[in-house]
């Protein structure tokens, strides 16, 4: 009988192996991902303790969309599931009142033409723990954008994702201001 355990383990593995391969979806998907980023004026956020006085020592707190991935999967007539992961980072500034802030961002998706078939809004919680810096990865489970047919990649769409600011956060942003430390300070 022993003999024959190592042969009855293939068997029974072969066979749950097979079962397994029949969970997983192995067709091809129909096309490309769609383009993903974030759009300049929004990838980044500043708030001023203070709006009306846009000095180093009034940021409370900074962040910047650093980098925006995408896994998809089609096929067929399927809608096209998407699964978003954002990086962001980050900072406490001098005008900070607390160890953590709360950042608004959204998620839209856009045909390419720029039309916004979608907007959602989300908070992600940047946690200091007592550092100037931090960082943090979102990610969405699934994102799905139905498809009329076969015929629809994933190329005519785009997902925009960007900080949700105030005017005047985004005309900071629009203007191209930035704040360089003196390195001799």
Request: negative net charge.
């Amino acid at each position: 009988m022993r003999k024959f355990l190592p042969l009855i383990a293939v068997v029974l593995l072969v066979g749950c192996q097979s079962r397994v391969g029949e969970v997983f979806d192995t067709r091809q998907n129909a096309g490309p991902c769609p383009p993903v980023g974030s759009l300049y004026d929004v990838s980044r956020y500043v708030k001023f303790a203070d709006p009306s006085d846009e000095t180093y020592t009034k940021i409370a707190y900074t962040a910047e969309i650093v980098d925006v991935r995408t896994f998809c999967r089609y096929a067929g007539k399927d809608p096209l599931d998407v699964q978003l992961e954002i990086d962001f980072a980050f900072g406490k500034g001098p005008a900070a009142d607390r160890d953590s802030h709360t950042y608004p961002y959204f998620v839209a998706v856009t045909r390419r033409n720029g039309k916004v078939l979608a907007k959602e809004y989300f908070n992600v919680e940047g946690d200091f723990n007592g550092k100037k810096l931090a960082g943090k990865t979102e990610s969405f489970s699934k994102i799905s954008i139905p498809r009329v047919d076969e015929s629809i990649a994933g190329t005519n769409f785009e997902i925009v994702v960007g900080f949700d600011l105030a005017p005047e956060q985004l005309e900071f942003n629009r203007a191209g201001k930035r704040f360089l430390l003196n390195a001799d300070d």
